[in-house]
């Protein structure tokens, strides 16, 4: 028998194969919460109170913090209480709004990954025109674009999804509702919505990846051309952060989504599923502030504290 979608509450399996976990994972996912809610929430201020961070940089970093605060929000609340206690279930409308959060902010964040490659392109290829070129209505502008993009994707795929033909025991493989796992749950012909999934997976994931290499290849051209040890250390010094980001996000999402069928893959998959939902958006700030001593000094001051001499 089907169950064709009616609003009844789904099962979240999450990790309750594993019981002996779970309260560890609790503890985990509780301090990387807490972690990226305080960093993202220091980067935002700082970007906005501090007026030497109001640059293209700043202003993308505070987006893709924003971005990860409310990623994170939508569901590891939830996911607290399902590792906490028995309780495993969220309802249909839940399900629906978490899904439509996930393929927005999943979006958003592969298209202004890009945007922040292009970017630092610009930053090292076109040292001289970088004000001209990267001024503050194209800025907003690019940022606009990223959300809106991620916008048109969730209304695209979220409703199909959801009309799939549930079967009747309504449990996901997972630990938050996403399209992969509902897919999974559906016991009726899921054509259309793979089809549309590889589509959204070329155009969310693999044409950013590339214009990513593309921007960076660019890059390292220009400094093979200029031929110098400090044309490389100021590359590397504009750049790391951002490609550090890129390469553990896409790891990730391609452990997630680019991986066999077997149960043994999908378990695992699950693993890199909670390190990319919960561990990139805690680690993102860490990475673009541990070794810039701009966000160091704005911080300072910000305290009161301008120690920016003995920086010197």
């Not at 906005?48 to 939508?74: A, E, G, K, Q, V």
């Not at 940022?143 to 993009?149: F, H, I, K, L, S």
């Not at 390469?247 to 077997?262: C, E, G, H, K, R």
């Not at 958006?281 to 910000?302: C, D, G, M, Q, W």
């Amino acid at each position: 028998m089907v169950n064709h979608s009616s609003p009844v509450d789904f099962l979240l399996l999450g990790f309750s194969e594993h019981p002996e976990l779970e309260r560890i994972l609790f503890l985990i996912v509780l301090a990387s919460y807490l972690l990226t809610l305080m960093s993202n929430t220091l980067i935002i201020l700082l970007s906005m109170l501090d007026p030497r961070l109001h640059s293209p940089m700043y202003f993308f970093l505070s987006n893709l913090s924003f971005l990860d605060l409310c990623f994170t929000t939508s569901f590891v609340p939830q996911m607290l209480v399902h590792l906490w206690g028995p309780k495993k279930t969220i309802s249909f409308l839940g399900c629906a709004v978490q899904l439509f959060i996930f393929l927005l902010l999943g979006a958003t964040e592969c298209v202004l990954l890009t945007v922040m490659a292009f970017d630092r392109y610009v930053a090292v290829c076109q040292p001289l025109h970088y004000a001209t070129i990267m001024h503050p209505r194209l800025c907003r502008q690019l940022a606009a674009v990223a959300w809106v993009m991620g916008l048109v994707q969730s209304i695209i795929q979220t409703p199909p999804t959801l009309r799939l033909p549930f079967c009747p025991h309504r449990q996901i493989d997972d630990f938050v509702c996403e399209v992969p796992s509902l897919i999974q749950l559906s016991c009726g012909d899921t054509t259309y919505n793979e089809i549309q999934l590889v589509v959204s997976s070329v155009i969310f994931l693999v044409m950013p990846l590339t214009l990513i290499l593309i921007s960076y290849g660019a890059i390292a051209w220009a400094v093979l051309r200029i031929n110098s040890a400090m044309a490389w250390r100021k590359a590397l010094g504009t750049c790391s952060s951002h490609l550090t980001v890129v390469t553990i996000f896409y790891s990730s999402v391609i452990a997630v989504y680019l991986q066999p069928s077997s149960p043994y893959a999908q378990k695992r998959g699950k693993f890199f599923g909670l390190f990319y939902a919960v561990g990139t958006p805690s680690l993102n700030p860490l990475i673009y502030t541990l070794r810039n001593k701009e966000v160091k000094r704005a911080l300072r001051r910000l305290l009161g504290k301008d120690w920016d001499s003995r920086e010197s």
